[in-house]
């Protein structure tokens, strides 16, 4: 809703914006291309995404001093 706000009021004026911003056109790529890599580094370092760091499918481990209940008996499905 933003950029469609900007371009309404923009308008025809966008051409002489950007020769307006286009000394800083390196900077605010550089600026982007940290962003994400700060971004990138940020998540990686987040508790709780151990799938990402390599322990994809790995169960937690159960309480070795927790009482195990016997699961119910399965029963084979009925032939008609």
Known sequence: MLLVWAGVQLGGNWE??????????????????????LFVWWRLQMPGLSRVRG???QQPQADASAPVEPSAPVEPPAQD
């Open 55 to 57: 322990r994809r499918g």
């Open 16 to 37: 002489d914006i950007r020769r307006a911003l286009q000394p800083f056109d390196l900077l605010i790529t550089v600026v982007a291309v940290v962003a994400v890599v």
